[in-house]
């Protein structure tokens, strides 16, 4: 596949700017829905120990903070990435660095996710017979995103300003 001439080609544009804030707008919706459920569901119960049947209110209001700063963050690479599109589309080496700040510290957030809810989960983190839909949910879903995340980092299916544009200035040249 030929690298883009955009630092934000459609794969990447659709995958961080409709199916990231997808799944983020739908996790806020369904935590400001049933907020208990959002909370019994991210991870295995003991057998002796089911989950609460009523949760504390700072518990409830902790579970749609916590969904809520997600969407935000869904929503905030829409906007961020739409501007980038819209206003930069004749600088992809413009592009790259804007998209660059936006991309590494999500990579670094789906990375710390990740280490955060197996590292939560203590002795039982790799007994996945027991993980709740929940949490495989979470795991399945964050490496759906990490994963695009590393290939951007890596240059794959998009412009590198470093690598794209002396093949950019030989072209002009050959005319």
């Not at 961080?16 to 909370?39: C, K, N, R, S, W």
């Not at 700072?58 to 739409?82: D, E, K, R, Y």
């Not at 992809?92 to 809810?117: N, R």
């Not at 983190?125 to 980092?153: A, C, E, K």
Request: proline letters at 8%; a negative charge.
């Amino acid at each position: 596949m030929q690298p883009s001439a955009s630092a934000i080609p459609d794969f990447y544009y659709a995958l961080f700017a409709f199916y990231e804030p997808a799944l983020t707008i739908l996790g806020f919706i369904g935590a400001v829905h049933d907020p208990e459920t959002t909370h019994n569901t991210q991870a295995p119960w003991p057998a002796d120990s089911p989950p609460p049947t009523s949760l504390p209110k700072a518990s409830i209001v902790t579970v749609i903070q916590l969904a809520h700063v997600c969407a935000l963050m869904g929503v905030v690479n829409f906007f961020v990435l739409t501007a980038i599109r819209k206003h930069l589309s004749t600088q992809p080496a413009i592009q790259e660095k804007i998209v660059f700040a936006l991309m590494t510290p999500l990579l670094m957030g789906d990375s710390m996710h990740l280490f955060v809810t197996l590292w939560a989960l203590g002795d039982e983190r790799w007994d996945i017979s027991q993980w709740s839909p929940m949490l495989w949910t979470t795991i399945v879903l964050g490496f759906s995103l990490m994963i695009p995340r590393i290939m951007w980092h890596l240059g794959i299916w998009r412009y590198v300003d470093t690598r794209d544009r002396q093949a950019d200035v030989t072209t002009d040249e050959k005319k």
